[in-house]
C-alpha cells in the first residue's frame, strides 16, 4: 500500500472498495447486457440490472475519489487464511457428503476448520471430531430425520 | 378481530405440544448459541435457519422467533460475565454489567436482565398485538407507488441509522436488490445472472447468503483478532435484586421498554441504537452520574429492556408491511419466503392464525427464557469455558450440514463456503453485510411494485411523487439522507480548507 500513498492516496481501504464496487458494476452491466431494457410503461428484463450496475458504478466512483479526498486512514490488516480454511473445510463436507457420507465429511471438514486457528491440539482434536460425528448422526439424521447419508452409498446399496 | 379473541385464537395455537416444544427448543438452543462469545443472533439464526425448514411455517416461525430472542438474551449474559458483547446491541451491557460481575454482584446484573427483559418483551409484544392488526389495515390501501417508496425509506432509514459509511451501506442495498435479481424473471421468462449454473435459475438461495456472510465471515473475523477473554465465574452471587435494586431499576426498565418500542419500530433501528439510548438517558437523568461505567444497575436495567423491546417491536413492521427493520428481520422474511408466506400487510387479515399464533409464543417464550436462564446459569457459565478452537469447527460442522439439508444439495453448501470469502472480503473493505440482505430480501418485492405502478400510471415515473403519500415516504427518506450528509460534507470541507 506504500504505492497508493505515493499516489496520494489517503484511504486505501476506499480506493479499493471503490473498485472493487465499478468491477462488480460492470460484471452486472455485462451479464445483463443481452436482455432488452424496454421502456418506463414495460421494464424489459434489462432495465433495473442496468440502473443498480449505474448506481453501484457512481458510487464506487465517488469511493475512488474520496479515497484521495477524505481523512487518512490506514489499511487494516488481511489475513484471509481463516476465512480460505473455513471455506475449504465447507467445501470439503459439500465434496464428501454425497460420495462419503456423514461420518467421513465430518471427520474431514471439522478438522480442516479447525487448522483455521491457531492453537490446535491434536489428542483433543482427535477426540472431539469423532464426538462431533457421532452428535450429527444422532442428532440430525436419527433425531431430526434429515434425509442425509450416513455411510459411503456405496456400502449401502 | 379485537385483542382479545385474537390472543384466544393465538393461545390455541401456541399452545400445542409441537408448537410449545418448538418455542422452547428455539429459546434454548438461541441462547447455547447465542451465550457464546462473538456470535450474535443474526449469525446463531443463520446457522440454525436449516433447522426450521421441515416444520409447518407456525412452527417455523415460532422456532426462528424463539432462536432470536433466546440469543438475544445469550448475548447479554456473555457481555456481563465476560466483558465480550456477542453482538453490537449488548455492547452497552458490558459498560456496567461487566463492573457488577466482577464486584461480585452478577448475580444482581444477570436478574435485571432478565427481568427488565421480560417486562420489555411482554409489554411490546401486546402492543404489537393491540396495533398491528389497524396499522396492517391502513397498509393495505396503500398503492404500489406507496409501497415502493415505503420500501425505499425503510432501506434508506436503516441504511442512514446503520453504523459506518452511507455511501457503502448503500452499496451493499445495491448489491443486495441485485443479488436478488439472479435466476428466472417472472414477467419476461428471461434467466439473468445465472452464469449458466441450473442450481442458480431459481435465484441464489437465501440460506447460503446468510450463512456464507453472517456465520462464516463471522467465524473467520473472529480468528483474525482473537482476544482473551475475561470470564468471571467465580461468584456470580444472589440471583436476585435488593429493595434498593429494584428501587433504582424499575424506573430504568420503563423508560427503557417505552424507548426501545418507539425506536425498534424504525428501519435500521432495532435493538441497538435502543440501548445506546437508553443507556445515554439513564446517565443524563441520575443524581451521580458517575457511577456509571463502575456498576450503575440503571445502566444495565435500561438498556437490557429497550434492546428486548426493540427487538420485539422490530417484529412491528415486519408483520404490519413486510419491510424488514434490520438484518434479522430480513433473515426472518428469508425464511417466510422460503415457507410459501409472501410477507405484507395481507398476513394479519388472511393468516390470523399465523399472526396470533406468533404473538402468543412471544408471550410465552419470554417466560420461558427467565425460566431457562437463571436457573441454569451454571450450565451457561461452564459453556463459557469451553474453548474457542473447538466451538468454531463445531459451527462450520452446523452450518455445512444445515446448508446441505435444505435442499439435498452439495453445491448450496460449496456455494455458502464461497459467500464466506466474499463476506470475510466484504467486511475488510469495511462493506457492512446487514444492509446486502436487506436489498436482497426486498428487491424482488420493490421490483414488482415499482413496475405495477408504473403500469397503472403509464410509464410516468412522476407517480412516485404525484401520490400524496408516495411524496411523504420520499421526502422523509431525502431529508434523512441529508442530515446525514450535511454535517460530514461540512467537515470534509473545512478539513480541506486547513490543510
Known amino acids: 500500500m506504500r504505492l497508493a500513498a505515493l499516489l496520494g492516496v489517503r484511504r486505501p481501504v476506499d480506493l479499493l472498495a471503490g473498485m472493487v464496487l465499478l468491477a462488480l458494476a460492470a460484471l452486472i452491466w455485462q451479464l445483463n447486457a443481452r436482455f432488452p431494457v424496454g421502456s418506463l410503461r414495460a421494464m ?12 453501484l458504478a457512481a458510487i464506487g466512483l465517488g469511493l475512488v475519489i474520496y479515497a484521495r479526498l477524505g481523512a487518512a486512514c490506514a489499511m487494516p490488516a488481511w489475513r484471509p487464511r ?69 455411510m459411503p452409498p456405496a456400502w449401502t446399496s | ?69 433466546g440469543a438475544q438474551y445469550g448475548g447479554s449474559t456473555t457481555a456481563i460475565l465476560v466483558n465480550l458483547p456477542g453482538e453490537s446491541s449488548s455492547v452497552v451491557t458490558c459498560l456496567d454489567g461487566h463492573p457488577m460481575a466482577r464486584q461480585g454482584r452478577a448475580g444482581a446484573a444477570l436478574a435485571v436482565a432478565a427481568l427488565g427483559s421480560l417486562f420489555a418483551g411482554i409489554v411490546v409484544t401486546l402492543i404489537t398485538g393491540l396495533f398491528a392488526p389497524s396499522l396492517a389495515e391502513l397498509a393495505l390501501k396503500f398503492g404500489a407507488a406507496d409501497m415502493f417508496s415505503l420500501m425505499v425509506l425503510g432501506l434508506i432509514l436503516a441504511t442512514v441509522l446503520a453504523a459506518g459509511s452511507l455511501a457503502k451501506a448503500i452499496a451493499m442495498v445495491l448489491l443486495g436488490l441485485a443479488l436478488g ?20 435459475s431459481e435465484g441464489v438461495p437465501f440460506v447460503c447468503i446468510a450463512v456464507g456472510l453472517f456465520s462464516l465471515a463471522e467465524i473467520a473475523i473472529n480468528l483474525e483478532n482473537a482476544g482473551s477473554r475475561d470470564v468471571v465465574a467465580g461468584r456470580t452471587g444472589r440471583l436476585w435484586l435488593t429493595r434498593d435494586e429494584l428501587i433504582q431499576s424499575t424506573p ?41 461505567g463502575q456498576g450503575a444497575i ?11 423491546a426493540g427487538a420485539q417491536a422490530s417484529f412491528i413492521p415486519l408483520l404490519t408491511l413486510g419491510i424488514p427493520a434490520n438484518a434479522v428481520m430480513a433473515v426472518m422474511i428469508g425464511a417466510m419466503q422460503i415457507k410459501g408466506i409472501a410477507p405484507g400487510p395481507q398476513i394479519i387479515g388472511a393468516q390470523p392464525g399465523l399472526f396470533w399464533g406468533l404473538i402468543a409464543s412471544m408471550l410465552i417464550g419470554n417466560l420461558m427464557l427467565v425460566v431457562i436462564n437463571l436457573p441454569l446459569i451454571g450450565v451457561w457459565v461452564s459453556l463459557l469455558r469451553v474453548p474457542y478452537r473447538l466451538l468454531f469447527p463445531a459451527f462450520v460442522l452446523l452450518c455445512a450440514i444445515g446448508v446441505y439439508s435444505v435442499d439435498s444439495s452439495a453445491f448450496q453448501v460449496g456455494l455458502a463456503a464461497l459467500f464466506g470469502i466474499i463476506g470475510y472480503g466484504l467486511r475488510k473493505l469495511e462493506f457492512e453485510p446487514a444492509p446486502l440482505v436487506l436489498g436482497l430480501v426486498l428487491g424482488p418485492m420493490m421490483e414488482e411494485n415499482l413496475r405495477r405502478a408504473l403500469i397503472i400510471s403509464r410509464g410516468e415515473l412522476t407517480v412516485l411523487v404525484y401520490e400524496p403519500l408516495s411524496a411523504v415516504f420520499l421526502s422523509i427518506a431525502l431529508l434523512a439522507i441529508l442530515t446525514i450528509i450535511a454535517p460530514r460534507m461540512r467537515a470534509t470541507r473545512e478539513r480541506l480548507r486547513e490543510e
Not at chain 2, 266 to 277: D, E, N, Q, T
Open chain 2, 298 to 308: 440503571e445502566g444495565v436495567a435500561g438498556p437490557e429492556s429497550a434492546n428486548n
Open chain 1, 82 to 150: 481463516a476465512a480460505i480454511v473455513l471455506a475449504l473445510a465447507m467445501l470439503a463436507f459439500g465434496l464428501l457428503i454425497e460420495r462419503a457420507g456423514l461420518i467421513v465429511a465430518t471427520c474431514v471438514s471439522v478438522p480442516l476448520a479447525a487448522l483455521a486457528g491457531r492453537d490446535s491440539r491434536p489428542v483433543e482434536l482427535f477426540i472431539f471430531t469423532l464426538c462431533a460425528a457421532i452428535v450429527a448422526v444422532v442428532v440430525f439424521v436419527w433425531g431430526l430425520g434429515q434425509l442425509i447419508p450416513i
Open chain 2, 181 to 200: 435479481l439472479v435466476g428466472t424473471d417472472v414477467n419476461s421468462g428471461a434467466i439473468r445472472m445465472s452464469l449458466g449454473l441450473p442450481e442458480l
Open chain 2, 252 to 292: 430504568a426498565v420503563m423508560r427503557g421498554t417505552a424507548l426501545g418500542a418507539v425506536l425498534g419500530i424504525i428501519p435500521g433501528g432495532g435493538a441497538m441504537l435502543a440501548s445506546f439510548v437508553s443507556y445515554i438517558v439513564e446517565k443524563k437523568l441520575a443524581r451521580d452520574p458517575s457511577r456509571f
Open chain 1, 44 to 55: 424489459g428484463p434489462g432495465y433495473v440490472p442496468r440502473m443498480l450496475a449505474v448506481a
Open chain 2, 1 to 69: 378481530m379485537d385483542i382479545l379473541s385474537g390472543l384466544a385464537l393465538g393461545f390455541g395455537a401456541a399452545l400445542t405440544t409441537d408448537n410449545l416444544l418448538l418455542c422452547f427448543a428455539g429459546a434454548l438452543v438461541g441462547m447455547l448459541v447465542g451465550v457464546l462469545p462473538g456470535v450474535g443472533p443474526i449469525a446463531t439464526m443463520s446457522m440454525l435457519l436449516p433447522l426450521t425448514f421441515s416444520l409447518e411455517p407456525l412452527g417455523a416461525l415460532i422456532m426462528l422467533s424463539g432462536i432470536y430472542y
